[in-house]
């Protein structure tokens, strides 16, 4: 006597819904609804079925993957904040715009620097992982935070953008517009 935990009766009376209960897998135990058994003995006759440790690796490689992807992108959150947070201090030169603008100048060059350590946690032994366009979009979107804060420094006047900048007998340029108070 076998202990069914499941049971659907559609039709109770008809002989297509007896000869459905009476389809059983190779241990006595009813198929479930909508199992097709001609479909994997064809892929056993096709030799397209694989092995179950062959499935598994297939799906962590895959797995790694999709998540180191995943980490690629979510620098553009932090890239983002940090523009917004360089955008915030102003333009002006007081220390906290100074220290968001260099602190926005040094994570990317860290980020790039160490981008070979942290995508090794993605990749696996046999190499069959491949890192390398995650880590491209990775470095690439940090360089784009590197590049606004290049731009915000420009901005602030911390960086050398004229000639009489580097060299002092040089004029200074004049300035375009004026303002003064009324």
């Known amino acids: 006597m076998s202990l069914r935990t499941w049971k659907v009766d ?3 009376g008809s002989p297509a819904h ?4 009476a389809k059983t897998s190779g241990d006595g135990d009813v ?3 909508g199992y097709n058994h001609s479909a994997l003995v ?5 030799g397209l079925e ?3 440790g062959d499935r598994q690796d297939a799906g962590d490689h895959f797995l790694k993957e999709k998540k180191a992807w995943e980490f690629a992108q979510a620098a553009i959150k932090q890239i983002g ?3 917004f947070m ?6 002006s030169v007081h220390i906290f715009s100074i220290m968001m603008t260099f602190n926005g100048i040094y994570q990317p060059f860290l980020a790039i620097s160490k981008s070979g350590e942290t995508f090794k946690k993605f990749s696996d032994s046999e190499g069959r992982v491949n890192t390398l366009g995650p880590r491209a979009l990775y470095c690439l979107i940090q360089l784009s935070g590197l590049g606004f804060a290049l731009y915000k ?3 602030v006047g911390l960086l050398p953008t004229h000639v009489s900048d580097w060299v002092s007998a040089m004029s200074t340029p004049t300035p375009v517009e004026y303002s003064a108070s009324a």
Not at 18 to 21: G, N, Q, S
Not at 42 to 46: F, G, I, M, V, W
Not at 86 to 91: E, F, P, Q, V
Request: charged letters at 15%.
């Open 50 to 52: 694989a092995k179950d």
């Open 86 to 91: 360089m955008y915030m201090s102003g333009n």
């Open 42 to 46: 064809a892929a056993n006759k096709l």
């Open 18 to 21: 007896l000869a459905v209960l």
């Open 10 to 12: 559609f039709n109770q």
């Open 31 to 33: 198929d479930p609804p």
């Open 81 to 83: 904040m940090y523009g």
């Open 153 to 155: 420094l420009a901005n």
